[in-house]
């Protein structure tokens, strides 16, 4: 049997199916695009699509090697198709999250963790980046962590994004005697 073959017979059957008509449309077209890319010689802008789409469910998030593998459009094929380099092509449709996968903070948004750092910047009253990483809850990432999740470098930037500013440093309090 060919693959022309199998995949006209996995059509019937999926056609037959009794599942959702989503799930069955949904099935029908993935399976009409591998029969309409046989012999899989050329990538068109679905398939494209389609290898990137499964790379994500697969590895979280679309990074550069991944145009190195064979299951992947190489560069200069991302070049000829969309006129984009593989670089810019991975930034405008599957741009990373800022959260990479390897970080132990990707299970949660930057929303989230933006959040997380406005509260904890309030209630131990931060007076500074290195009062910051020196008196935060330990389970919560560093300033510089958060700062390259937005997208920035500096604290300064960071502040201004999330609109906060330092509190002054708190002077110790001397003691007086009433006599």
Same mark, same amino acid.
């Given at each position: 049997m060919t693959r022309k073959d199998a995949l !006209? #017979? &996995?059509?019937?059957?999926?056609?037959? &199916? !009794?599942? +959702? $008509?989503? !799930? $069955? &449309?949904? /099935?029908? &077209? +993935?399976? %009409? =695009? *591998?029969? $309409? %890319?046989?012999? @899989?010689?050329?990538?068109? #802008? $679905?398939? /494209? @699509?389609?290898? *990137?789409?499964?790379?994500?469910? #697969?590895? +979280? %998030? =679309?990074?550069? !090697?991944a145009f190195a593998s064979p299951q992947m459009p190489s560069h200069t094929t991302i070049k000829n198709r969309f006129r984009l380099t593989a670089k810019e092509f991975r930034d405008k449709y599957y741009p990373i999250t800022n959260v990479s996968t390897r970080s132990r903070y990707y299970k949660h948004s930057v929303k989230y963790w933006n959040q997380l750092f406005i509260a904890e910047f309030h209630r131990m009253r931060c007076t500074g980046q290195e009062d910051f990483n020196k008196r935060r809850e330990p389970c919560l990432p560093a300033w510089n962590t958060v700062a390259k999740m937005n997208g920035f470098k500096t604290w300064k930037r960071l502040l201004e994004a999330l609109e906060l500013t330092t509190y002054k440093k708190r002077q110790p309090c001397v003691e007086m005697r009433i006599t």
């Open positions: !006209r #017979e &996995a059509m019937h059957i999926v056609s037959n &199916a !009794r599942i +959702g $008509k989503q !799930r $069955k &449309a949904d /099935i029908m &077209a +993935g399976l %009409e =695009l *591998c029969q $309409k %890319e046989l012999p @899989f010689s050329h990538w068109s #802008e $679905k398939a /494209i @699509f389609d290898a *990137c789409d499964t790379w994500v469910q #697969e590895h +979280g %998030e =679309l990074h550069m !090697r």
